[in-house]
């Protein structure tokens, strides 16, 4: 059997609260849509590794979208899903014709909540927006004077407006004034602001913080000192420790003892990580981002026999600062005490770990590319980010409990 992977991007509410994931099929050998593979093949795929997997391990309690061809549509017994957990979309270059108008009628009799992809109004979609909870549309491809009569046209039919392809936080500002529900792009990756100010002081004592921390200069008895400085962190990361997914055999009660007993680098990354949800204006999916993102260069430095696999992770922690800080990445950099060798990681993309960085970032497009600095196999890789994906979100989860 061939190998592939399957690509997850975030749907976001107007709160920035991801509302939902779509799923998507790659191949593991080129990191994109296969193109010997037609739409059909490429939705079995999604739907036989989903249901083998399990798709609450691919996104947890939110709705997964699925790209729908004609072929299910006009043969829906082929879905192995429940209708409660998921949104069909259908592709825009299906041929809209009574086919498949009755088959999205009886999708929708039997629970499912259908979309429309890529959508950019035409009259033969009339009969279909009649079945449709969801429209996306295609930013891109419609100028920005038109949006709001788009918009307008699809709110009076009670649909909700999901709009693809947000580029900028410009845009999704924009957009969400304009009435759209929901939002699919790589904008809430870019910081707000990216010239002309400084670091509000709150967020550079976290970030002098978070140097400090991550330092290896930085001794067991800092490194206590500076977590118990702040109550709230002290009071989660000892929640962490002593909660069921700490895994420890006995009660920790004090800060210095955790770092002691389960060890420098878990407890340093714990705290790193509260400390980054303590940026509480900032969405969720960008922490889950940088958690996927850090963990599979770790992953992939391991892989590769590196032995500052922890560097690598650093590198991905801190290559989303810019977004979380609100400032350019070059003016966060220069608040970090951190080798010369992880600046030009950072800034540049420099050296094996620079091109791991591009390689992670490569993949969060569902892409594979040529960047990797250590000729691991392609399928190898992609597995390696899938379980850095699975880390993120149990991480996550059990941050929550904590």
């Not at 845009?171 to 790589?186: R, T, W």
């Not at 100010?197 to 004592?205: D, E, F, G, M, T």
Request: proline share 5%; aromatic share 8%; glycine share 4%.
């Amino acid at each position: 059997m061939s190998e592939f992977f399957i690509a997850r991007q975030p749907i976001f509410d107007r709160n920035l609260k991801v509302f939902a994931y779509e799923l998507l099929f790659r191949s593991s050998d080129t990191g994109a849509a296969p193109k010997d593979l037609d739409d059909d093949a490429a939705t079995a795929q999604v739907l036989s590794t989903s249901e083998e997997v399990g798709l609450s391990r691919l996104v947890g309690k939110r709705p997964a979208f699925i790209n729908l061809p004609r072929k299910f549509l006009v043969e829906p017994d082929l879905l192995p899903f429940a209708p409660d957990n998921v949104v069909l979309e259908v592709l825009e270059h299906v041929e809209i014709d009574d086919a498949v108008i009755e088959g999205m009628a009886g999708l929708g009799d039997r629970g499912y909540t259908l979309a429309l992809d890529d959508f950019v109004y035409d009259s033969r979609f009339d009969n279909a927006l009649r079945h449709v909870a969801i429209v996306k549309l295609e930013i891109p491809q419609i100028a920005p004077k038109d949006w709001n009569t788009e918009i307008t046209r699809l709110k009076k039919l009670g649909v909700k407006v999901l709009a693809e392809k947000v580029e900028t936080n410009e845009e999704f500002e924009s957009l969400k004034a304009l009435g759209c529900d929901y939002f699919q792009g790589y904008f809430f990756a870019k910081p707000k602001v990216v010239r002309g100010k400084r670091l509000a002081p709150n967020k550079l004592a976290v970030l002098q913080l978070m140097s400090k921390i991550n330092n290896p200069e930085t001794d067991i008895e800092s490194l206590s000192d500076l977590v118990s400085r702040d109550v709230a962190i002290s009071v989660r990361a000892m929640n962490y420790v002593n909660s069921p997914a700490g895994a420890l055999n006995r009660r920790i009660e004090s800060i210095r003892e955790a770092v002691v007993y389960i060890g420098r680098e878990t407890i340093r990354r714990w705290v790193t990580l509260l400390i980054m949800a303590k940026l509480d204006d900032k969405p969720g999916e960008l922490v889950t981002m940088t958690l996927v993102r850090a963990k599979f260069m770790e992953l992939l430095a391991q892989e590769a026999n590196q032995d500052d696999a922890n560097a690598f992770f650093t590198v991905g922690l801190f290559s989303v600062l810019d977004a979380l800080m609100d400032a350019p990445l070059e003016e966060v950099i220069n608040t970090l005490a951190i080798p010369q060798e992880l600046r030009d990681a950072l800034s540049q993309e420099l050296g094996i770990k620079g091109q791991s960085l591009a390689l992670a970032k490569a993949l969060e497009l569902g892409e594979l590319s040529s960047f990797d600095p250590f000729e691991i196999p392609a399928p190898i890789i992609a597995s390696l980010h899938q379980t850095a994906t699975q880390w993120a979100d149990e991480t996550l989860a059990g941050m929550a409990k904590a």
